[in-house]
């Protein structure tokens, strides 16, 4: 959700109520006039804003702030620590920038490479300079991107109730509970994408469960990445593993170049650094993340250009049996393995997939294809866990 009309702010579903009533506050305010709000931020990386200064001899602590993309590191780290049903995101009329005394910045405003600048004419040439890492599907720290993704606008003192067109949550359920608790003029809008959540399809067993949506926010030690065994990771989940982890991609070239990476035979590169780590900001104070994420390299096909093998896939899967326990692997995050570009029905692999999947005694995500619609008779409970 980014149209470039639209800021956003992040809070707890709790305080709606008193925002929609007295605006969006400064920290300032809040702190002068001890107002009692659910806090979702870390106390000791916030209160850093009080000694941030900017060319008016501010601090940061006197601006609401807003960002320019909600879908960030700073909802990352709440929805992991708070859960994102607790979580909601306000979208406030970009119109706010013209308001007096308002900054806005190409990054985290608490970040000394950030510049902070005023003028809604920069408001557009700041969002036009961050376009495309607005629209990513992740950040990191290496091309500064999980910096500038975290672009803010800050308003003076506080943003006036009048200016909140909508709320984002996680799904149908939050937003039926917020709709009885606020005034009934503004729209509630599930948003399950925003909050890194994929909807889940079908549970089959207490430990297999179809989802779809986005595998690499799945929160599962080990991901599971389709590839060949000539090196090449060109589209697909494969080129999201390349780009997002390098050194997924250094590693599968050299298995690919010393010909170890097999039909038939995945292989488990143990990484040690977490997703978490990645994506959250302030990683080193993140509560309860994961330690590691972990890949399964799994060979669908011979080369890039062919289409998947079914018979290699389905031995890859004995051999995932055979290992995931003497790997150590905790929970596993599986696409439809050969059914995106590698041609592959999902009414054949599906099923045939499952059949492993559903004797791991581990929790496992089943992600569908997202290439194309699968019809429901192919969703069905009885489809995926009938034999084959």
């Not at 702030?65 to 049903?85: D, G, I």
């Not at 959540?197 to 595998?215: A, E, K, T």
């Not at 589209?235 to 780009?243: D, E, I, Q, V």
């Not at 997924?248 to 040690?272: A, S, T, W």
Request: aromatic fraction near 12%; charged fraction near 25%.
């Amino acid at each position: 959700m980014l149209t470039g009309k639209q800021l956003f702010y992040i809070t707890h579903i709790n305080n709606l109520p008193s925002i929609l009533q007295q605006g969006i506050l400064s920290h300032n305010i809040i702190e002068k006039q001890k107002i009692s709000f659910t806090k979702i931020y870390d106390e000791g990386i916030v209160s850093k804003r009080k000694d941030i200064r900017i060319t008016n001899n501010k601090s940061l602590w006197e601006y609401a702030n807003l960002y320019f993309q909600s879908r960030n590191p700073m909802l990352y780290r709440v929805v992991h620590e708070q859960s994102a049903e607790k979580i909601a995101v306000l979208a406030v009329d970009w119109n706010v920038v013209k308001l007096p005394g308002v900054f806005i910045t190409n990054g985290n405003a608490a970040n000394f490479e950030t510049d902070i600048i005023t003028s809604d004419q920069d408001y557009w040439k700041i969002f036009n300079q961050l376009k495309n890492i607005f629209n990513s599907e992740f950040w990191k720290a290496e091309d500064g991107s999980k910096r500038k993704i975290m672009a803010e606008c800050l308003i003076p003192d506080k943003i006036l109730p009048g200016y909140i067109k909508e709320i984002y949550v996680v799904d149908e359920k939050v937003a039926g509970e917020i709709k009885q608790k606020i005034p009934s003029g503004i729209s509630v809008i599930p948003e399950p994408n925003m909050f890194f959540s994929n909807p889940l399809i079908v549970q089959l067993s207490n430990n297999l469960s179809i989802f779809h949506g986005d595998m690499f926010f799945s929160k599962m030690h080990t991901l599971t990445v389709s590839v060949n065994i000539v090196g090449i990771m060109g589209k697909g989940l494969a080129s999201r593993a390349k780009y997002q982890f390098p050194d997924v991609y250094v590693y599968y070239q050299d298995l690919c170049r010393k010909k170890i990476l097999l039909m038939g035979k995945p292989f488990l590169y143990k990484r040690e650094t977490s997703l978490d780590y990645i994506l959250a900001d302030e990683p080193t104070t993140l509560k309860n993340a994961n330690g590691v994420t972990w890949f399964i390299l799994f060979p669908t096909k011979k080369h890039w250009r062919e289409n998947a093998d079914f018979t290699a896939i389905e031995q890859g899967m004995q051999w995932l049996k055979a290992k995931y326990k003497e790997e150590k692997i905790e929970s596993l995050a599986i696409p439809a393995l050969g059914c995106g570009l590698g041609k592959l029905d999902w009414k054949d692999v599906g099923p045939m997939l499952c059949k492993y999947l559903k004797t791991f005694d581990i929790p496992i995500q089943l992600y569908i294809p997202s290439e194309r619609e699968i019809p429901e008779e192919y969703l069905k409970k009885e489809f995926l866990l009938r034999s084959v």
